[in-house]
């Protein structure tokens, strides 16, 4: 792309009284950000025979041309992941850890690159493009600081105390298969990857190719941090072809996606007795009490339910509001609503970007326009901005919605919300939890005691209390995943590590063998376990 074929990237100011108007910007272009050193630069380690192209949300215009895969590539990918993987298992555990570390700083340092490179390629607005950089600092900083802890031998007792030592021991997977979609191209992908690799991981990550810029760049900077080129191979290409390869090969498979292929990845992983972790679809809901502070809560939603857009899967679909103060509640979201500035500048300021595609514009359109046929109001929003870029519309919310209407109880992954309201909390928890979905939910409430309780009867990943999403998401220590229909395995925590780890029992038997001894007979030998076994009950051993 040319300087004179490249659009400039900033919104357009609006008069009039709409308060719904772009973001003012700066003046940097596509082609100021992704040169031919860039793709060059990142797209050297890329095992691709083919040539592809990705494009920027922001103005349906071409960002790069790419290589793309073919099934023989993704083997290839797989075989130099093979080799570099035995070296990098037996490289000792802090070293690799030192990688995460360093990493860690480097995208600190150069945070305003990647910003750059996700907002180029999701659309979404700079502040939200930051929550990835803040989710993937995060996750080094834990993995960089505990993969060993999580990772050493563990002591158990023995069958016999005493005379059994037993070690749990844990090895890498071998090559981790990585599929990532294109709504959180720098988390999902180093986000995802770091757990995996310092555990003696390799990783073959297949990236959306609409956004593979950005976790090329990832890797790129994981190499500058240390980390063997061929430990993390990538290849980019259509899901339909590319995915079962990556599938086909991995040793362990991590996929975030929706429902539908998430079974599909799951079969075959199935047919291979190989293990899967699948982060997939939500219908998430936020439960506001009747002792809630109405304002936190009116722009904790704002927060909850347009982020990127709403296109993340643990955004807010769904807001359950008490009767009491329903209006109160819909009366301070809708007017924080409609203050949004909506914008496509690579610099902060706006609330809000693009969806990411046709693709998602169409089932934002027909969710809303299926709603209103039936019924539903729009109290705020409704309508796309093509002024401002092709794939941008407005925040909306949606009042009256019906079991009728498809936006009740399909995935959206837009910013469309709808509101309910519920006398009881009973009322409230049966509703947010008439879903297939249990991937995240959120209570807003000044009674903690209550909160708790509301919370552990949600079936859900994750509860977060007076927050969205982000309390949650960002408590690394803690597992992060879906119920129900919303996934398998959980990321961040010791399950975020252990998962890409084979679990290994040596047991060590001293003095005296598991068998009669003494000259005992198998019945006196029998007879001596079972008085054994009742002493070890009553001393309350474990």
């Known amino acids: 792309m040319t300087d004179a074929q490249a659009p400039e990237i900033t919104g ?22 992704v040169t031919p050193e860039l793709i060059a630069q990142l797209t050297k380690g890329v095992v691709g025979s083919g040539r592809t192209v990705n494009h920027t949300p922001f103005t349906g215009e071409k960002l790069a041309d790419l290589p793309e895969s073919t099934p023989a590539d993704v083997a290839e990918a797989f075989t130099l992941a093979r080799a570099a993987q035995r070296v990098w298992a037996r490289t000792p555990v802090r070293r690799r850890a030192a990688v995460l570390l360093r990493f860690h ?16 390629e999701t659309g979404k607005a700079r ?57 959180y191209p720098l988390e999902l992908s180093a986000g995802d990857a770091l757990p995996a690799l310092v555990a003696g991981n390799a990783v073959v990550m297949k990236p959306d190719t609409e956004s593979c810029l950005t976790a090329l760049w990832a890797r790129d900077l994981l190499i500058e941090a240390g980390l063997p080129a061929d430990v993390l191979q990538a ?19 991590s996929f975030t996606g929706s429902t539908r292929t998430g079974r599909e990845v799951a079969r075959s992983a199935a047919g291979r007795l190989v293990g899967v972790s699948l982060e997939l679809g939500g219908k998430n809901a936020m439960l506001v009490l009747e002792d809630a502070d109405v304002e936190k809560a009116a722009a904790g939603a704002v927060r909850a339910c347009f982020s990127s857009a709403g296109q993340l899967c643990v955004s807010i679909e769904r807001l359950l509001v008490h009767e009491s103060v329903a209006d109160a509640f819909l009366e301070r979201f809708a007017a924080r609503t409609r203050a949004m500035r909506l914008g496509s500048a690579l610099a902060y300021g706006a609330d809000m970007g693009s969806l990411a595609g046709r693709q998602q514009l169409e089932a934002v359109r027909r969710h809303v326009e299926d709603a209103v046929a039936h ?15 092709p794939y941008f519309y407005e925040p909306t919310i949606l009042d009256g919605v019906t079991d009728a209407m498809s936006v009740c109880d399909e995935e959206t992954f837009g910013p469309v919300v709808s509101v309910y309201r ?13 879903t297939p979905y249990g991937l ?30 982000a309390s949650a998401y960002g408590s690394v220590q803690a597992p992060m995943g879906g119920m129900k229909e919303s996934g398998l395995g959980r990321r961040h925590g010791a399950d975020g590590i ?25 019945e006196r030998y029998a007879a001596f376990m079972s008085r054994s076994l009742r002493l070890m009950k009553a001393f309350r051993f474990r």
């Open 422 to 434: 519920f006398r009881t909390d009973d009322e409230a928890v049966e509703r947010a939890n008439a």
């Open 105 to 120: 700083d480097l995208l600190l340092e150069r945070q305003a690159e990647v910003l750059d490179l996700i907002q180029l």
């Open 127 to 183: 502040l939200h493009a930051h929550e990835e950089v803040q989710a993937v600092a995060v996750a080094a900083r834990h993995y960089g600081h505990r993969a060993a802890a999580y990772l050493g031998p563990r002591r158990h007792a023995g069958a016999v105390p005493g005379l059994t030592k037993v070690t749990e021991l844990r090895h890498p997977r071998g090559v981790i298969g990585q599929i990532v979609p294109w709504n």
């Open 498 to 522: 252990l998962k890409y780890t084979e679990a290994q029992t040596v047991a060590q038997q001293r003095l005296l063998p598991m068998a009669p001894v003494l000259g005992m007979d198998d």
């Open 235 to 253: 290849v980019i290409g259509p899901g339909p072809v590319v995915g079962p390869e990556v599938v086909g090969h991995g040793d362990y498979v």
């Open 440 to 469: 995240n939910s959120s209570v807003w409430t000044k009674d903690a005691r209550r909160a708790r309780a509301v919370a552990a009867r949600l079936r859900t990943g994750t509860v977060n209390v007076n927050e969205g999403y």
């Open 375 to 389: 019924g539903a109001r729009i109290v705020a929003g409704g309508t796309a901005r093509p002024d401002i870029g």
């Open 12 to 33: 357009t100011d609006q008069t009039g009284t709409n308060p719904l108007a772009p973001a003012p910007g700066g003046a940097r272009t596509a082609a100021d950000v």
